[in-house]
């Protein structure tokens, strides 16, 4: 086993192989590693790959630790999968960014070197944003490695613009700004940008000029909207340069002056455990969940189709002597099911077809929101699933400061390894069960909720497999969980 997962590793590492006088194929842009907080070395890497044992992971374990805890004492633990990949295709990430303020500095008195360097390190002037994101990889782990290193970047980027607007909480944020510094014009949005060259509406054309209230709050939503795009683009980008196979579901928690923004694309969740109820903060986004939005897109542009896809759903297969018929089916524009008559072209197989965790676009993918999957054909087609797929997050935003977090109020987040198998309210109950067994001091005390979180869903391997305690079957999916506290932080 750690022989197939040596070999796999050297293949990310290293590229793959090119036979002598070939031109040699790209290597990855990242090697595969596992999270660089875990600080675990490429030996210990590859013990946590063993299928047959499974050993979780959990911060502090490795040799080469240099912390042994996360900020905000935040607990994280994972498991790889029971044989399905040879590598763990989830990845993670926990960041603080630093975002500097763009204000020029005040001008002051000629200063000696020293005291440039001293005030330099005082004046250090912007703010920083707290961040936990899971990747759920599929189909290769290069999009997951290259998302997890650099997702974070790009909402750094995304947000840099904004960062002083962001500081003037009080001040709405104003409609444009100007000049390569993003130097803010205008007071706010009830005032006009450029004072000399605006003029008052007339009456008539009011109406046309109204100006939208913008919060600053979703203009980090958008932020981070936009890095999300910003970061399918650079996957999309440089895989003419570098091996980048497959997608990933993205998870990303962003905490930011008193408020957790929760970006979620795919089939990850977070939710909020607060005075012992849970609190779904992210919705999952499936064939099923996401169908009208993919028929819709199937309708207008039936050339995605390939001719092989009907847009229309229907509760079974069709068969040709059932033409002319009527069938219950649903469209793009419907809830509910009403009757049609079949005609030649609804024996096509659907656009979404299956149920559960078993639904897939065009037969072959069972998530719709993500980063990467650029390449992603159907089987022996030429037909991509790429347009299907949207790599923009449902942003949502709970507000911290609003309320009196107690020492065993978290935020979970996991990869559908850990939800397949266990409900929102067995992870609460498990949670709290572990917390309060803990001192309420215990900085370790989140890392083993995580690590217990993941010992439930994998379950223990018994002659017919992985089982839970009940004897359900466990999960054989990669399971990544991050257990954040949220007492003291507002
Ligand atoms: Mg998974």
Request: glycine content about 8%; aromatic content about 8%; overall charge negative.
């Amino acid at each position: 086993m750690i022989n197939r997962v040596k070999a796999a590793v050297a293949q990310l590492v290293g590229g793959i192989a090119s036979s002598p006088g070939s031109s040699p194929d790209p290597g990855p842009k990242f090697p595969y590693s596992r999270p660089a907080f875990l600080h675990l070395s490429a030996e210990e890497s590859q013990r946590s790959a063993d299928h047959s044992s499974r050993p979780i992971v959990v911060p502090g374990q490795g040799r080469r630790r240099r912390r042994r805890l996360l900020p905000w004492d935040s607990g994280y633990a994972e498991v790889i999968n029971a044989g399905k990949s040879a590598l763990n295709e989830d990845q993670a990430s926990r960041e603080i960014v630093f975002m500097e303020s763009r204000r020029p500095k005040s001008s002051s008195a000629a200063k000696s070197v020293e005291e440039v360097k001293e005030s330099a390190d005082e004046e250090r002037d912007g703010i920083e944003f707290h961040y936990w994101a899971l990747f759920d990889g599929h189909a290769g782990t290069g999009a997951a490695v290259m998302a997890a290193k650099l997702l974070h970047l790009h909402i750094r980027d995304q947000l840099h613009d904004i960062v002083d607007i962001l500081r003037d909480c009080d001040v709405p944020p104003p409609i444009c700004l100007t000049s390569e510094a993003g130097t803010v014009t205008g007071e706010g949005s009830k005032s006009p940008p450029h004072q000399g060259d605006w003029e008052p509406p007339t009456d008539s054309e009011s109406r046309f000029l109204l100006e939208k209230e913008i919060s600053h709050e979703y203009l980090v939503v958008g932020a981070i909207e936009n890095a999300f795009r910003q970061m399918d683009e650079q996957i999309e980008r440089e895989r003419s340069s570098y091996y980048i196979p497959g997608g990933c579901c993205a998870l990303a928690i962003v905490y930011l002056l008193g408020k957790i923004y929760i970006a979620n694309a795919g089939d990850s969740r977070a939710i909020l455990i607060r005075n012992g109820e849970t609190v779904q903060l992210s919705n999952e986004f499936t064939p099923e969940s996401e169908r009208q939005r993919l028929q819709y897109l199937g309708y207008l542009q039936p050339y995605l189709l390939g001719n092989e896809f009907t847009h229309l759903e229907f509760p079974r297969r069709i068969q040709y002597r059932e033409i002319g018929r009527k069938m219950l089916f649903r469209d793009y524009s419907m809830t509910g099911w009403a009757y049609k008559t079949i005609e030649e072209d609804d024996l096509k197989f659907p656009l979404v077809y299956g149920k559960g965790k078993k639904a897939r676009v065009m037969a072959t993918i069972g998530v719709t929101r993500g980063l990467g999957d650029h390449d992603l054909k159907v089987h022996n087609s030429n037909i991509h699933i790429k347009p299907f797929l949207s790599c923009v997050p449902e942003v949502r935003v709970y507000d911290i400061t609003k309320y009196e977090h107690a020492v065993d109020d978290v935020i979970v987040l996991g990869t559908d390894g850990l939800w397949d198998v266990i409900s929102d309210r067995e992870v609460a109950d498990a949670v709290i069960g572990v917390l309060s067994n803990c001192e309420s001091d215990d900085p370790n005390r989140f890392t083993l909720a995580a690590q217990d979180l993941v010992m439930r869903s994998r379950g223990i391997l018994k002659e017919c497999g992985w089982r839970l305690s009940n004897d359900r079957l466990g999960s054989g999916d990669d399971i990544s969980v991050f257990v954040i506290p949220l007492y003291g932080h507002t």
